[in-house]
């Protein structure tokens, strides 16, 4: 792609999370044009349908946190770069509820690659909770599953009992409050 | 209802639970009636339809959450009692999650009637919350909605999984050590 191509992708992308996020995912795709300030043809062009602009939205978030998991593995504070990421993973969890029901019927091409997606999720996050145990600050006996469970559980709850922004993160503090070992402290 | 009359209620019901829990919502009526070694002629009489003994199971557990919240608020040990409550709380979320699922087209009535003693174990819940808060076992920026939140989900998330019931009560575990003030003992 080109570079102005790249530009315009990723601008249309930024926009469309902004509109789904706001007025819901089934705004038009006029209104994602509108905000990109991009004509609506070369929006056509990128994303022919609303579901590859949801995809796309969902993939490219993944990537982030696939990207984020990579950098906090090297984190100084084990710890803490857990914690940072479980809040920033529960995030995304929530805000992109909408976008993942609205993909129920999405092709299984994109099912797969979702699928393959996650598992390297948790294959990452794995990494960052045996660094947090090797480290004294969480306790040994947490498993990966178990956590994903309780963040993913919790951000869908925060969502569906319509708690705001501020109590989901208090949710998610809780939990990681949880598998701490009282009394460490990181750098 | 006669002394009989309401024995053989309450051994519908128990043969109900168990068969629904180990071969799913969809086994026949005949089968419950099997188990309890009452005559299906009876079970009718008592429940004329599939749905009227989802209810009444539900109803049950419900009541049985209620009294049970109600004498943990004279406990001596508050931090245990809220603890031990939320334990038995999202094991009845867990194990009557298919039946809740069953009855997604059940009556309007039953939802009020549902709605309603939702409400009152959320109040019964709060006082056991605020007597552990006050005993200083319990951080006080815990509302009660997030905990709700946190246990539901919690518990929701494990039965998607297919996590088994030692994961499930860990994962709670982990949701009141998280809640915990550290360093407090109770009698």
Do not use: W
């Amino acid at each position: 792609m080109r570079v102005d191509a790249v530009r315009n992708r990723e601008r249309i992308l930024e926009a469309a999370e902004a509109v789904f996020s706001v007025e819901g995912v089934s705004a038009p795709i006029d209104r994602v044009a509108e905000r990109a300030e991009i004509g609506v043809g070369t929006v056509y062009r990128h994303f022919p349908t609303k579901e590859d602009l949801f995809e796309a939205i969902v993939m490219t978030r993944l990537e982030g946190l696939l990207a984020l998991a990579q950098s906090e593995a090297s984190a100084e504070s084990p710890g803490t770069a857990l914690f940072s990421y479980l809040q920033e993973f529960s995030r995304q969890a929530s805000a992109k509820h909408d976008l993942f029901d609205a993909m129920g019927a999405a092709g299984i091409e994109f099912k797969a690659r979702c699928a393959e997606k996650i598992g390297e999720m948790k294959e990452r996050l794995g990494l960052l909770l045996t660094r947090a145990q090797d480290s004294g600050v969480v306790r040994p006996d947490t498993s990966v599953d178990e956590l994903i469970g309780l963040v993913i559980g919790t951000s869908q709850a925060a969502v569906q009992a319509g708690l705001d922004e501020n109590a989901r993160q208090r949710m998610v503090g809780i939990v990681c409050n949880g598998i701490r070992v009282p009394d460490t402290t990181e750098p």
